[in-house]
């Protein structure tokens, strides 16, 4: 249940990972997040993703997110697996239920129940 979030490009700039996805996730005015305490202490959906984000990934230090933009700050550098795993959480943020079958965020069927 949930749509994908589809992200329509990828751009890295040194620290910085911009991505640009096709569904607003913020108003105008955007929200900027430095820790996971501050995202904590919001409850709107740019707090929610980015507490999700500095969950997942502890050398984020600030998660800016404006319209259908979402820009993430990572003073350790990028890597191909870092710049996936923000991508997926980003994409999959708006999936209450992950897709069954193989592939990256599967959930294995659910076991039948005898009544």
Do not use: C, K
């Amino acid at each position: 249940m949930g749509q994908t979030i589809q992200i329509n490009r990828t751009i890295q700039l040194g620290e910085v990972l911009v991505l640009d996805t096709d569904r607003s996730l913020a108003g105008q005015d955007g929200e900027a997040f430095s820790s996971p305490e501050q995202a904590a202490a919001d409850d709107t959906f740019p707090a929610r993703l980015a507490g999700t984000l500095f969950a997942a990934d502890p050398q984020l230090d600030h998660v800016f997110v404006m319209s259908n933009t979402v820009t993430v700050r990572r003073p350790a550098g990028w890597d191909e697996q870092a710049i996936a795993a923000v991508t997926e959480l980003v994409a999959e943020f708006f999936r209450f239920y992950r897709p069954e079958g193989p592939g990256p965020g599967a959930v294995p069927p659910a076991e039948p129940q005898e009544v």
